[in-house]
């Protein structure tokens, strides 16, 4: 089923989107614990993800790169805000540089993850909360509501398994 629905609100500042798993919490809840399931969807198809670093506790950090179809790596970090398993999960969000090092012009996003109990198996909200509305508008023109879609459908593949 996957992706049921996305939203902007422009005034708030998030974007949010909801899907939809035949799976229950606890396992949904795996393809963000385990690095290597996130590495299966975190990203459009054509830009997959590599962890380099993933360290899933309140305070740890993550970061990753994702190849694009010409070879070009975009670099991101994770701050791990707050994690109440299988349920909810908080973090910043962040672009990196070539070293890994957060890059401050582009902004931190807030994102919080939910995961609830569903008749057929699990409801996930994913909300993004921008800095500015600057911020905001120059994620949504590189493409973040397509590619958080595209990415999100990879994960029933996943849960099957």
Do not use: C, H
């Amino acid at each position: 089923m996957t992706v049921t629905g996305s939203s902007k609100n422009t005034e708030a500042l998030r974007f949010s989107i909801t899907a939809e798993f035949a799976a229950p919490v606890e396992r949904v809840w795996q393809i963000w614990a385990d690095p290597r399931q996130l590495e299966r969807w975190w990203g459009p198809p054509s830009w997959p993800a590599t962890f380099e670093a993933f360290d899933f506790q309140p305070g740890g950090r993550a970061s990753y790169f994702m190849t694009g179809p010409d070879g070009t790596k975009a670099r991101g970090w994770w701050k791990f805000t707050a994690i109440a398993a299988p349920a909810q999960l908080e973090l910043d969000d962040g672009f990196a540089n070539e070293k890994g090092e957060p890059m401050a012009d582009m902004g931190t996003t807030r994102m919080l993850v939910t995961l609830e109990d569903a008749a057929k198996g699990t409801v996930m909200r994913v909300s993004s909360q921008f800095e500015s509305a600057q911020q905001m508008e120059k994620m949504v023109a590189m493409g973040m509501e397509e590619g958080m879609g595209q990415a999100m459908e990879q994960i029933d593949a996943i849960l099957t398994q």
